[in-house]
């Protein structure tokens, strides 16, 4: 959308961020209190994405990854020095230069650090999210107790996958478009990530977790010591015919297929992580104690974050004991991970999880019928009290957007702002009263 002479994504180029590294030791969180510009730039005005994006994470527009090349400040700040992407990522998650992965082979510092030596990613890892032997799913077949154990035979990653994340013969994977339920069914009762998590989106007793220290092959190749993607990746996640991203428009058979007319969640999802409702963000600024707190004026990150992913500030950031209605709640008993797990994700107590041992063809199964989470959910991501996200954000928004740019670069008297399915149309003299 261009307003006046110049577009929101233009405009919010010229923000600036600041250089930070991720602290290896951090114990607790996704990210500590040192990123200065992690997962959302503190420039972000408007929440994960732009107003660009009309209907999800990801629009069909999206033309290079997933932020287009206009997205300057989107999930990933351009200046980004040392978060989940370094400074040579000009575009988002995927530069449209990058090649074949998600962070370079200068990522000292990323999402995982060399220390993790039992997290997300291991500094042993040396080829892949999934090791040659990964027969079916996300974690081998002996995994147990991970994110998907051995009777997944459909879940996350086919073991006939052949041409994406999803093959085409996932008709119902990630998000498809008739999704009804989402990732959590209406039995998830628990959450993300227990209350008990020691040291953060793993802890060190993962032996097995989402990625196993012998994997050969996948994701990560050999030369990937400290990042996600190594530059040298040739054929992937993304091969190097992903000329845009994580989702490219012409994919035919990843996570989203280009039927996906509105991103990761289909302006037809009710009930998902974003309700077609949603305007402005992922949760409202009511949220007291999630994973942003109650001083986050306009989506997932604040435009004051100093601090990246979760402010110095937050008290009860992404993984905090006390967290009482975020993304974890210390009554969590059953989440992604169960203070109980012994080798994976999930636990084979996991009744509810993610991903239940009874799915057996995709991950989110038939009984799911209101998307990522259900409005059931009584303490996951988003329980169904988040009655006020949309009217909060989107006021906030609308005036921020009408009144920077309609005001300061059209010259009619009226102006339309689209957000989405829904237009505001004012007068200048309102706007400027705003």
């Not at 478009?177 to 990530?193: A, C, R, S």
């Amino acid at each position: 959308m261009q307003l006046g002479a110049f577009s929101l994504t233009e405009r919010c180029a010229t923000l600036n961020s600041k250089e930070t590294v991720p602290n290896a030791q951090f114990k607790n969180g996704v990210l500590n209190a040192q990123l200065k510009n992690g997962v959302l730039n503190t420039q972000l005005k408007n929440g994960v994405l732009n107003d660009q994006l009309k209907n999800g994470v990801l629009n069909a527009q999206l033309k290079n990854g997933v932020l287009n090349t206009q997205l300057k400040n989107g999930v990933l700040n351009t200046q980004l020095k040392n978060g989940v992407l370094n400074d040579q990522l000009k575009n988002g998650v995927l530069n449209t230069h990058l090649k074949n992965s998600a962070l370079n082979t200068q990522l000292k510092n990323g999402v995982l650090n060399a220390q993790l030596k039992n997290g997300v990613l291991n500094a042993k890892l040396k080829n892949s999210v999934l090791n040659t032997q990964l027969k079916n799913g996300v974690l081998n077949t002996q995994l147990k107790n991970g994110v998907l154990n051995d009777q997944l035979k459909n879940g996350v990653l086919n073991t006939h996958l052949k041409n994406g994340v999803l093959s085409d013969q996932l008709k119902n994977g990630v998000l498809n478009t008739h999704l009804k339920n989402g990732v959590l069914n209406t039995q998830l009762k628990n959450g993300v990530l227990n209350a008990q998590l020691k040291n953060g989106v793993l802890d060190a007793q993962l032996k097995n977790g989402v990625l196993n220290t012998q994997l050969k092959n996948g994701v990560l190749n050999t030369q990937l010591k400290n990042g996600v993607l190594n530059t040298q990746l040739k054929n992937v996640v993304l091969n190097t015919q992903l000329k845009n991203g994580v989702l490219n428009t012409q994919l035919k058979n990843g996570v989203l297929n280009n039927q996906l007319k509105n991103g990761v969640l289909n302006d037809q999802l009710k009930n998902g992580v974003l309700n077609a409702q949603l305007k402005n963000g992922v949760l409202n600024t009511q949220l007291k104690n999630g994973v942003l707190n109650d001083q986050l004026k306009n989506g997932v990150l604040n435009t004051h974050l100093k601090n990246g992913a979760l402010n110095t500030q937050l008290k009860n950031g992404v993984l905090n004991t006390q967290l009482k209605n975020g993304v974890l709640n210390d009554q969590l008993k059953n989440g992604v991970l169960n203070t109980h797990l012994k080798n994976g994700a999930l636990n084979t107590q996991l009744k509810n999880g993610v991903l239940n041992t009874q799915l057996k063809n995709s991950v989110l199964n038939d009984q799911l019928k209101n998307g990522v989470l259900n409005t059931q959910l009584k303490n996951g991501v988003l329980n169904d009290q988040l009655k006020n996200v949309v009217d909060m954000v989107t006021q906030r928004m609308t005036v921020y957007v009408l009144h920077r740019f309609c005001v300061l670069k059209w010259s009619q008297p009226y102006c339309t702002l689209f957000w989405g399915n829904v237009s505001f149309s004012t007068n200048r003299q309102a706007i400027s009263k705003c």
